[in-house]
């Protein structure tokens, strides 16, 4: 797999590439005497559509131009490009940043910015201009969620160049942040990839041996599992070829954290592999609530609400599951959480409704 | 440090031996032919005391019978007697939980709690009654931060015994779960912890290598520490002797996620060694805003109302420090985030506030 790191090493230059392209054109402009101008893809809500062929939210064909000709544009260009400016920096020299640290260190360079919501926006223009994800450009979320499985990954962030780490060395897992998204992945036994929706759940798993039993890497999303953990499932699923099934609580909220890992979100339609549209929600199901006779709380009215919302999301008409278990939920008005397994046993989830899950997956491919 | 070994198995054993107590009471009761009593503290707010000697919580004098010779006592003495036969069988099989996990294990056993709400607080009256937390049983919380520093650790889970592994392996940082917390400490060459509120900080300080330019081991606690957490800095603290720095953002929501570090919380009155009173809250401090002309936003009317409550709470009376920077946050009615620092370039607070603070509080020591 030695062509997986020069492919971690090339990603980066192409990044770099991507904003010296934006710097050499607003030189070219104005060389040639012209107002600099960009012109990206519109994010507005109409120009925000499901293809059904990449299964995922793309942009339209609607552009919006940018020119500091237009003196109500000169503040937000100007913003990009120190944007650009910046995110130059923090690649270059590897050091990684935060949303939240982005909107201050502007003040270092005396560029103002009214909120950070208005930074964030910038930076989604600079997203949506290179096609790279802020991750990319070495700009992290706060959230971290977590993995654990026999997987040998070779690190690349400074000082730890050529060093190469199994997975399963600490077993309350290892983060997943700037580190390890931008590992090679070396080697591994594992032949699937379970992400789950919340810690406990994980350290269950562990404890229990899923990972030899069933030969599994492992995945703590902590609730909705930030983006750079979306793209790194998306490494493991297209770099080794591994199926992924997601577990999650049997209620639209859990629902919604897997097809977001399936189908990405509409923020992200500027945006590519972030979503894995092979990955398969393995349950909780409604139909699991009955068939498993699991303790429940009824659905309340936000419940119910959203239900209707995801009923009509372009995203849950991909496969027949999700209707089905949407209609379901609605009739039986109640919804349930991994934890409830346990009324049959700490182990039973792990012994019975893994495997009958994973089978069930199996035969439907 | 073999003896440390020793001391977290004796420590289970002491565990197991609290439960063997109660159960072998209750025998003993009915043997005798009484109802079976048992009696405890009581957590009651007007029992709740500080102790300036231990600086932290304790429960005062009064405490509270319950016996099955009272109708409305059965109901809780049982769940009470479920609650540490469960402990029992987590704590004797090395499974971890979690409060929610206990809740519907119940339902495995008939043993009915109305709501969560319920299971917790029979849990909490376990607690009070042994004198152990609930982590000590094996109940974990779903909250989990992180380390990174050079310690290596001996792991005691099962499977993993007898391997020592050092803490600087994951440039991620690696969660603070049961494995970690359960590990013995065998060597470091580390000279304080430094604790950080923030995983964003957290990772800036990875990066900018504060482990090794100021020996530090460094804690991300992830917002509020979660209690495992608290006693793991406790531990290297009391068995590495090592000093507790914390760093959290400059308004009363960080100075209490600092406080609960160094004084522990109203909640745990009924328990030790949670707390290191020794710890230092080293910023951000409404004086710094002043002096590094900080980035700032203005107090809210929550924030307002909650330094008043800071100001009269006992465990802000032990420190001059704490009550001088809630005046003055109150007369500049503003407030400022670790981030705040990167005005000043990404590094800043890294080579210029962080060893300014750490000296300062070198002198007062």
Not at 150 to 158: A, E, Q
Not at 173 to 185: D, R
Request: proline letters at 5%; a neutral charge; one cysteine or more.
């Amino acid at each position: 797999m030695a062509q997986k790191k020069v492919k971690i090493l090339e990603r980066k230059q192409e990044v770099l590439r991507s904003l010296k392209s934006f710097g050499t054109q607003i030189y070219n402009q104005l060389d040639q005497g012209v107002f600099p101008t960009v012109k990206m893809p519109s994010r507005s809500t109409e120009n925000i559509n499901y293809d059904p062929v990449l299964r995922q939210f793309i942009l339209g064909e609607k552009n919006v131009d940018r020119s500091t000709r237009n003196i109500r544009h000169i503040k937000p260009f100007t913003q990009l490009a120190w944007v650009a400016m910046f995110s130059n920096e923090l690649t270059s020299q590897r050091k990684t940043s935060t949303l939240r640290d982005v909107y201050y260190s502007a003040q270092a360079y005396e560029m103002t910015f009214a909120d950070q919501q208005e930074s964030n926006n910038i930076i989604t223009d600079l997203e949506t201009l290179t096609g790279f994800a802020r991750e990319d450009f070495n700009i992290f979320p706060e959230e971290r969620s977590a993995i654990f499985g026999d997987l040998d990954i070779g690190y690349t962030v400074p000082g730890y160049e050529g060093k190469t780490v199994n997975l399963t060395s600490h077993p309350d897992g290892v983060l997943i942040g700037p580190a390890v998204t931008s590992a090679e992945f070396i080697k591994t036994t594992a032949d699937k990839v379970i992400a789950i929706e919340k810690g406990a759940l994980f350290t269950r798993f562990i404890e229990e041996n899923v990972h030899n039993k069933h030969k599994a890497l492992l995945i703590s999303c902590g609730g909705q599992a930030p983006r750079q953990t979306r793209s790194f499932i998306r490494r493991l699923h297209d770099e080794l070829g591994l199926p992924v099934f997601i577990l999650t609580d049997g209620d639209p909220w859990g629902m919604h954290i897997a097809q977001v890992i399936i189908s990405g979100s509409a923020n992200a339609a500027h945006l590519r592999d972030l979503n894995t549209p092979d990955a398969v929600w393995s349950g909780v199901w409604a139909s699991d609530i009955v068939e498993y006779k699991l303790p429940t709380d009824p659905l309340d009215e936000v419940d119910i609400k959203r239900l209707n919302e995801l009923a009509r999301d372009p995203r849950y008409q991909n496969d027949p599951i999700w209707q089905r278990e949407i209609k379901l939920a609605l009739k039986i008005k109640r919804k349930t959480e991994l934890e409830a397994f346990s009324r049959y046993g700490l182990t039973y989830i792990v012994d019975e409704y893994l495997p009958t899950k994973l089978e069930a997956a199996k035969g439907k491919k």
